[in-house]
């Protein structure tokens, strides 16, 4: 079965600074997919970015950027210039034949 | 394009009854899975329905179905309510099965209690 695990139950970044939320994974597939979701007090679960196994560059959206070690099986999300909306809990999630989600990561800016 | 729309938003039942969640996709989503969502156990799968057909189910009771309607929406039912079954139940739809790369676009869930 597969398992996703953050390691890092809260963090805190400065406002404008960077910070990396870490995720580790465990599958025997070879192919799937990776993603990063946010989910803010209202609830909402949002996706911040998104990779898929096969390709070796790490993806990037904005702000949000992912270090892919597939061998490692580690998909860590940098969020650069931290902004005060970007609160909220993050979820790293695998997708095979069915999405699994890590525990989450409670993000705190701090103005 | 209108979101995925979770009814009813909040519910409150006592042990032992039975309840209806209802999800409707995004126009055009065939697929749609549904999660369990608690500060214990985190987010959880629930099941996937695609086309009508249930394509994957997760590790929970028979207590807990679902169904999906020709028109893609689909309803989750939970019988015999236990306390532990509180929670805030998501779904999300999306365009092709979860097996697919296509983003998952998920409602703002139903947050059920049991008293």
Known sequence: AQTVTQSQPEMSVQEAETV??????????SDY?????????????????????YKQQNATENRFSVN?????????????????????????AYKGNKLVFG????????? | KAG??????????????????????ISGHRSVSW????????????FEYFSET????????????GRQFSNSRSEMNVSTLELGDSAL?????SSVPISGFAEAFFGQGTRLTVV
Do not use: H
């Open chain 1, 103 to 111: 525990a989450g990561t409670i993000l705190r800016v701090k103005s």
């Open chain 2, 89 to 93: 139940y998501l779904c999300a739809s």
């Open chain 1, 20 to 29: 990396t939320l870490s995720c580790t994974y465990d599958t025997s597939e």
């Open chain 2, 4 to 25: 995925v729309t979770q009814t009813p938003r909040y519910l409150i039942k006592t042990r032992g009854q039975q309840v209806t969640l209802s999800c409707s996709p």
């Open chain 1, 33 to 53: 997919y990776l993603f990063w979701y946010k989910q803010p007090p209202s609830r909402q679960m949002i996706l911040v970015i998104r990779q898929e196994a």
């Open chain 2, 35 to 46: 999660y369990q969502q608690t500060p214990g156990q985190g987010l959880q799968f629930l």
């Open chain 2, 54 to 65: 249930q394509r994957n189910k997760g590790n929970f009771p028979g207590r807990f179905s």
């Open chain 1, 68 to 92: 892919f070690q597939k061998a490692a099986k580690s998909f860590s999300l940098k969020i650069s210039d931290s902004q005060l909306g970007d609160a909220a809990m993050y979820f790293c």
